[in-house]
């Protein structure tokens, strides 16, 4: 069998087919762009990164950003890591359902978060920035650090009670789960650093502060009206910068969160009581919830009863009226919503197991290049692919528009989520033993079939879960669907434009219809098959 | 391997294939709200199969303008519909608009036309000052000019969009030319030393006004009216209406065909369409308030817009504010993007 025929064989085909996914919306588009940045219409020029050299903000609006990762990070690290501690292995009243309630403010997007709070209070400047970005991050530091605790061999921890007593134990449980809890906080902080939505919704007077997501937000702007090649190149050498930085950031926490120690056959931790803080513990669980997804969700239904208008009061009556006028007006862009974030899950999920099992058995390389996606701000990577495809002869030639149709929005989102999923499914691989794999590998069986019976069936939990995080993402994500056509008809974008332009009563029951299919899906196992919600995490 | 490559693409195209894509493509920056009934109703009349593609407010007009630019080499759109002018005045002077004498245009005034065809202004909104009347119940006390930004009376109580995109781009890009660079230079200085409220949009700054975060604010008409219609305490100035004002900005929408765009002949008819007085009948009588430019045309029904002839017009130069929209955002960057 010659080489080329070995490449090529049957067993090999989704992880080409993945890799030439990787290559045609990932790689390809952003190489596209980087290059444009030193050939300009004379040939190869340093001019636009020359400008970016002396352009004084950049400096400062990266030092803002992050001051401002730091401050949303210590309050993840707050309410997340604080209500894993007291919810996971502990005599906390309803601990039992509070602590998988961790992951459900995931579901909300931080501009919901943002306006919920804005609805209710006077909120601008850096403090409330960084409070709201902490809020909305604090799922990150919340799963990973419950992650951390439910992994840790209670047989250990009872030793080192035994041995050096309860506070030297606590703090050993602490240590134990560090390098989950430092995940969780580096993506939380990387998340911070690349959300722009959240600064700009609470801008703030006069000159103070910018982030550098707002700043590559601002050169974007100039980009549609410059005339000179560095204005029109300045957005992107901006971003390939920051982009390289938070490649690194998600590869580091993405790493540290695989790399947590494999502990094996675990018991779990005793029942740690919380003594006299038993009660007044509960206010942890009950800040982070309330904070991430129960203040978004009264302001929400707030708004459907009529509270964005003075002509009368709140009532039932009003929010019938609310939800005739959603029908009407979001009904449509809702269901694409939906169909879209579903067909982005599965298609992510085949193009992640492939990928998944050759990162984890023997390229690890393959884990930093399924991290980029995650690392460019959306609005760029939207801008490369439409480079990219707008004028792709071979696929015109064919007859059709790729690049208008539902396929090419599918591709855009796939590529965007395609990390959260490689990689945690990597990180199961890892975790399966490769014995059993070798083992299976003697006996004659198709590669088909030995994926089928043997590596498909231990990662069918991760997949579920892999897929449901894409899913959720995918309803939430605004910045593609502002660049790739078809998307242009979703539920979020639509969402956006309704909010701005005063029409949040018909926008709050779009809004939460979006935050109920997004917590239908995680439920279904619990609700059909009485899977554990904590499994999710 | 080269065998399964034409499937491969095949099935892309497949997942590209949609209804109607033989018809032509319309970019409105106007609210979705307010322009897809209406064009949904032109299609139906003109039979066309019309695909729309509405910008997001997120991307603040720059969003379709963008997209335009980067489809230059294979355009997908074939009528652009504007929510102001200057960024379409903008794509003619990278040559991206096509000529085209709508006969629907010959009643607009010529300072809302392209002498040579390549854009048509209609329907517009005027940038007015949006006060709280709860928190001003005095009318002689209300602002009435773009100086009172920088009034001291007013520090710390007054906002304005951060103008880096949209009307308010296109606004202060304007008053740097209509006032000369020492006054512009001294009202930038200013809204700095007032403590001026520079918030993400329009809409925004009515939401601060409506409430009571702010007494007053600059915004459009549009936004204005949306929560005048929700019952809020807000009320409209037309600014700089005294003798020697400036007077008060109007933005016109605007239509253009793009050049090289798919279906020509249909996109002139839905322009022709778009351009008819009925529209901007339509747009007038709609949530969004916008001022008919033609004379004989009912306008809005809120007394608080006025009607274009009844109020002092700023007297702006668009194609040097066109060609000076990225001059100024990045003066705005430097001066306050830190």
């Not at chain 1, 930093?368 to 609005?379: D, E, R, T, W």
């Not at chain 1, 979703?490 to 909010?499: H, I, Q, S």
């Not at chain 2, 369409?273 to 949530?287: K, S």
């Not at chain 2, 504010?321 to 100024?328: F, K, M």
């Amino acid at each position: 069998m010659s080489r080329l025929a070995r490449i090529a064989s049957p067993s090999r085909l989704p992880l080409l087919a993945a890799l030439a996914f990787l290559a045609a919306f990932v790689l390809l588009p952003l190489g596209g762009l980087a290059a444009a940045t030193v050939f300009g219409p004379d040939g190869f020029t340093l001019e636009a990164w020359r400008a970016l050299a002396e352009d004084q903000n950049a400096l400062t609006q990266l030092s803002a950003s992050l001051q401002l990762g730091l401050a949303a990070t210590t309050v993840s690290l707050l309410l997340g890591g604080l209500h894993a501690w007291v919810t996971i292995g502990r005599d906390l009243p309803g601990g039992a359902w509070l602590g998988p309630l961790g992951i459900a403010p995931l579901v909300v997007p931080p501009i919901f978060v943002a306006m919920g709070f804005a609805d209710l209070a006077s909120v601008s400047g850096f403090w409330p920035c960084a409070l709201l970005l902490g809020v909305a991050h604090a799922p990150f530091v919340a799963v990973l650090a419950a992650r951390g605790l439910r992994s840790v061999d209670g047989r250990a921890y009872e030793a080192a009670w035994l041995l050096r007593g309860r506070p030297r134990a606590e703090r050993w449980l602490l240590r134990a789960i560090a390098p989950e809890l430092l995940a969780g906080c580096l993506l939380a902080f990387l998340f911070t650093l690349a959300d722009h939505g959240v600064p700009e919704f609470l801008t703030v007077k006069g000159k103070t502060w910018h982030t550098y997501a707002e700043g590559l937000f601002s050169r974007w702007s100039r980009r549609a009206v410059g005339t000179t090649f560095a204005e029109l190149q300045s957005p992107i050498t901006a971003a390939l910068p920051f982009v390289a930085g938070l490649g690194c950031l998600l590869w580091a926490a993405l790493r540290l969160r695989a790399a947590a120690p494999d502990r094996g056959v675990v018991r779990p931790l005793p029942l740690r009581p919380l003594g006299a803080w038993r009660w007044p513990a509960l206010l942890a669980p009950a800040v982070y919830l309330a904070a991430g997804i129960g203040l978004p969700v009264f302001v929400l239904v707030r708004w459907v009863l009529g509270s964005a208008q003075r002509l009368e009061p709140m009532s039932l009556h009003y929010a019938q009226q609310s939800f005739h006028k959603a029908m009407d007006q979001g009904l449509p862009d809702l269901l694409h919503s939906l169909w879209l974030a579903l067909g982005v899950a599965v298609f992510v999920v085949l193009l992640a197991l492939p990928l998944a099992r050759a990162s984890a058995r023997r390229w690890p390389v393959l884990d930093l290049l399924c991290a980029l996606p995650a690392a460019i701000p959306a609005i760029l990577l939207g801008i490369a692919l439409v480079r990219s495809f707008h004028d792709e002869a071979l696929l015109r030639r064919l007859g059709g528009d790729f690049y208008a149709g539902w396929g090419f929005a599918l591709c855009g989102y796939a590529a965007r989520f395609l990390p959260f999923a490689a990689l945690t499914l990597s990180a199961q691989v890892r975790r399966q033993s490769i014995a059993a794999e070798e083992a299976g590998a003697l006996v004659r069986r198709s590669p088909v079939t030995r994926a089928l019976r043997l590596h498909l069936p231990p990662l069918l939990p991760a997949t579920w879960t892999a897929g449901v995080l894409v899913f959720v993402l995918a309803l939430r994500e605004l910045d593609l669907a502002v660049v790739l056509p078809a998307a242009n008809a979703t539920a979020v974008r639509r969402l956006a434009n309704a909010v701005h332009f005063q029409h949040e009563d018909w926008s709050g029951v779009i809004a939460l219809l979006l935050l109920s299919l997004a917590v239908l899906l995680p439920l279904l196992p619990s609700l059909l098959a009485g899977r554990r919600l904590a499994s999710l995490s | 391997m080269r065998q399964r490559l034409p499937l491969v693409l095949l099935l892309l195209t497949a997942c590209g294939a949609k209804a109607g894509s033989g018809g032509p493509t319309i970019y409105v920056a106007l609210d979705q709200e307010f322009s897809q009934p209406v064009l949904d109703r032109f299609a139906a009349e003109l039979q066309i199969d019309l695909v729309q593609r509405h910008d997001s407010e997120a991307a603040k007009t720059v969003g379709l303008v963008s997209m335009l630019m980067e489809e230059r080499s294979n355009p997908r759109c074939s009528v652009f519909w504007n929510n102001e002018l200057a960024n379409t005045v903008r794509l003619a002077q990278a040559g991206l608009l096509a000529p085209y004498d709508s006969p629907s245009a010959a009643d607009v005034p010529a300072a809302y036309r392209d002498p040579q065809h390549r854009w048509t202004g209609f329907a517009a909104r005027a940038r007015v000052l949006v006060v709280n009347t709860e928190l001003l119940p005095d009318r002689s006390t209300w602002p009435g000019s773009y100086a009172d930004l920088v009034d001291p009376k007013w520090q710390g109580r007054c906002g304005v969009a951060r103008p880096t995109t949209g009307t308010t781009l296109t606004h202060f890009t304007a008053l740097r030319q209509v006032l000369g660079e020492d006054a512009y230079g001294r009202l930038l200085d200013g809204l700095v030393a007032n403590e001026v409220h520079l918030l993400a949009s329009n809409g925004a700054t009515v939401n601060a006004v409506r409430e009571g975060k702010l007494a007053w604010a600059f915004t459009d008409t549009d936004d204005y009216h949306v929560a005048q219609l929700k019952g809020f305490p807000v009320a409209c100035v037309f600014p700089d209406q005294q003798e020697g004002g400036i007077g008060t900005m109007l933005i016109p929408n605007s239509v253009a065909i793009i050049k090289d765009g798919p279906d020509q002949a249909n996109a002139r008819r839905l322009v022709d369409r778009i351009l008819a007085r009925e529209t901007e009948a339509l747009l007038a009588a709609a949530d969004s308030a916008q001022i008919p430019l033609r004379t004989g045309i009912t306008g809005p029904a809120d007394p608080g817009i006025r009607a274009v002839g009844t109020f002092r017009q700023m007297v702006w130069d668009v194609d040097w504010t066109a060609a000076n929209l990225a001059r100024c955002a990045a003066e705005w960057d430097r001066r306050f993007g830190k």
